[in-house]
């Protein structure tokens, strides 16, 4: 039986070895791409999670090899792309803008999204956001953070994960409701 074929029913052993394979090399791939590493990973574990979410419905024509190049190159361009599109969202708006001070909905907008993250942060588990707030807050590397608690990197990165899944989850209710 394929790997593939494993992986559309389910065989998490067969989608951690892929993984643990080829999370390395592929981060270094988006880091050429981005010229961040932690939007590398970011990029990479969305590319995992989105193979394992639609596994079931995964159509894998080539090797994994090629097609997770392709996933990884693809999301990596399209978070480029947002990103400027964002960077010319915020030119625009600052050249246009005859003020320099934020608006008080600006304000408000920016606070409320402030304690949405914090409120989300404290109701992770204890290690689970000191190993975000290590990573993101502070810019301590995953290997420094394993070494720190003495865990293996395997399980900063999947705490990570968890952590950014349960933001994110918010953060998309947040701004779903302010429609």
Not at 4 to 18: A, L, Q, R, S, Y
Not at 60 to 67: A, V
Not at 148 to 167: G, P
Request: with cysteine.
């Amino acid at each position: 039986m394929t790997d593939i074929k494993k992986i559309k029913e389910g065989d998490v052993g067969t989608f951690e070895k892929i993984f643990r394979h080829f999370y390395t090399a592929l981060c270094l791939y988006a880091f050429s791409i981005t010229a961040r590493y932690d939007i590398a990973e970011e990029v990479v574990q969305d590319v995992f999670y989105n193979i394992w979410r639609d596994r079931e419905h995964l159509s894998i024509f080539h090797s994994i090899k090629n097609y997770l190049y392709g996933a990884v190159r693809n999301h990596a361009l399209r978070y480029l792309e947002h990103e400027q599109v964002q960077r010319q969202h915020f030119e625009k708006t600052l050249n246009d803008s005859p003020e320099t001070e934020p608006s008080p909905q600006d304000l408000l907008e920016y606070r409320e999204l402030e304690n949405l993250i914090s409120n989300t942060l404290h109701k992770l588990p204890e290690r689970r956001r000191e190993i975000f707030v290590m990573h993101r807050m502070k810019g301590r590397k995953y290997k420094e953070i394993a070494a720190f608690y003495a865990i293996s990197l395997k399980t900063v990165e999947a705490e990570m994960t968890k952590a950014y899944r349960a933001l994110r989850k918010e953060i998309e209710k947040y701004t779903l409701s302010s429609w």
